[in-house]
């Protein structure tokens, strides 16, 4: 069953930090970007990080030099780590797993951050 599950959200003060993990399953992490997204009521879902196996990593604007994506391929799971949060980073974080021959994608449950202003 090929499945992703997030852990770690919940609630930061402004400035402080969080540590988000993804363990994917029945998947090979070796044909699969991972990474993570948020979304807010109302609004489309955006990128955060990803992480080729390879190391490649890419950051959506917003979380620059704030967020730090890391990826153990050993055991097929990615993580992210948010330091300096800010009341606007609150939303639900998904994981995506994206293959990268043919595109198809699978999406994690999604799990809440919260960060009040």
């Known amino acids: 069953q090929v499945q992703l599950v997030e852990s770690g959200g919940g609630l930061a003060q402004p400035g402080g930090s969080l540590r988000l993990s993804c363990a994917a399953s029945?998947?090979?992490?070796?044909?699969?970007?991972l990474g993570w997204f948020r979304q807010v009521p109302g609004k489309q879902r955006e990128l955060v990080a990803t992480a080729t196996n390879r190391g490649v990593f890419n950051y959506g604007n917003s979380v620059k030099g704030r967020f730090t994506i890391s990826r153990d391929n050993a055991q097929n799971t990615v993580y992210l780590r948010m330091n300096s949060l800010k009341p606007e980073g609150a939303a639900v974080y998904y994981c995506k797993a994206k293959q990268y021959q043919w595109g198809g994608e699978i999406w994690g449950q999604g799990t809440q951050v919260t960060v009040p202003s």
């Open positions: 029945g998947i090979s992490g070796s044909f699969y970007r």
